[in-house]
């Protein structure tokens, strides 16, 4: 059995909580609200973010950051990713050397350009940081529907460990060293999932969401396989896996928020209306910032930027799009003559 801390509890690190309680693991989860924590006390369950999934009696909530942290042999950091840096700071005063945090967040730094785990490295030195992610909502996790999704680390000890401490007969865990594609892909299809929800909300059909889809993940791949992340990654569970489940689902809070925008909300009316932090919104410039820096071509990122910061049209973009130059699908394929 492991001491495990969940820092942060939304709906992810509720029903992630959920899940290593049933596997046997002693839990603690924290929140900076102490309404939150309230709620979780007494009802024993998440009435906003995961209603229905009651959480048992003996699993303790607290507002008491180094309650949570000290003595704990994992942390699952499962803030969003605006809030990584800020909590990673609090926390570090607390954490011992070589305490594993695995983060379950998806996003990008936009003032640094940084991954979440290179946050937390840089706020938390003495800490061994892995990743958790792949198509996995939490309201289904929460219900216990059959997920899989893959664990990153830098040492194949450590990705072991944690492989035995997640999984079960419904949440099959992979395990891989590419924590630098995995985190790419994660918070990349975020801000595609915004163009497949800006799509929907045009009314646009299943031809635009199939092409949203596969282009979506040539960029990322594009990009990502320039700043080092492994091809295989791309087209795996956290790349073309997470992508189709997010720009799919009424779960994902991105593709609820395109929705919304394509209609004609503004962003910041869209992302009021979802009422959860839309990660996508939050991704897209550090998105644009990492392609001008590789040099790397992301025309979808690149009009839904436009369409979040700049004022243009959902219709727009969309033509701006279909119009652009001529192109080979795959230049590595040779041709006969």
């Known amino acids: ?55 048992p009696e003996d699993m303790e909530f607290t507002t008491d950051l180094e309650a949570a942290v000290k003595e704990k042999d994992i942390l699952v950091l499962a803030v969003p990713s605006p809030y990584t840096r800020s909590t990673s700071k609090s926390m570090a005063p607390f954490v011992k050397d070589g305490q594993i945090i695995v983060d379950v967040a998806k996003g990008i730094e936009e003032s640094t350009l940084l991954r979440l785990s290179e946050i937390i490295e840089e706020e938390i030195p003495q800490a061994e940081v892995a990743v958790l992610s792949g198509p996995s909502h939490a309201e289904e996790v929460g219900r216990g529907i059959p997920t899989t999704i893959v664990v990153g680390a830098r040492r194949k000890k450590t990705a072991e460990y944690l492989q035995n401490v997640f999984m ?22 975020n801000v595609v999932a915004l163009a497949a929800g800006i799509a929907d909300g045009l009314g646009y059909g299943d031809n635009t969401k ?62 009021k209306e979802v009422k959860m932090v839309v990660e996508g919104v939050y991704s897209a410039k550090a998105a644009m910032g990492l392609a001008k820096k590789y040099d790397v071509q992301i025309p979808i990122i ?30 590595l394929i040779p041709w006969e003559d």
């Open 1 to 55: 059995m492991a001491n495990i801390g969940i820092i942060g509890a939304g709906s992810w690190g509720t029903a992630l909580a959920l899940l290593l309680h049933k596997n046997g693991h002693k839990i603690t989860v924290w929140s900076i609200v102490e309404s939150e924590i309230e709620m979780l006390r007494s009802e024993h369950e998440h009435k906003e973010k995961l209603p229905g999934v009651l959480l």
């Open 168 to 189: 079960n007969e419904v949440f099959r865990v992979y395990i891989s060293p590419d924590v630098l594609g995995i985190e790419l892909g994660a918070a990349l299809k």
């Open 210 to 271: 199939a092409a949203l889809i596969t282009r979506g993940i040539a960029e990322i791949a594009r990009l990502g396989t320039v700043m080092g992340g492994k091809w295989e990654t791309f087209v795996g569970l956290t790349g073309i896996g997470d992508l189709i489940v997010t720009c799919a689902s009424m779960h994902s809070r991105n593709r609820r928020a395109g929705i919304l925008i394509g209609q004609g909300y503004t962003m910041e009316e869209a992302m």
């Open 302 to 331: 690149e009009q839904v930027n436009m369409i979040l910061f700049e004022g243009k049209s959902a219709a727009e973009a969309v033509g701006s799009l279909m119009l652009r130059d001529k192109k080979i699908e795959n230049p």
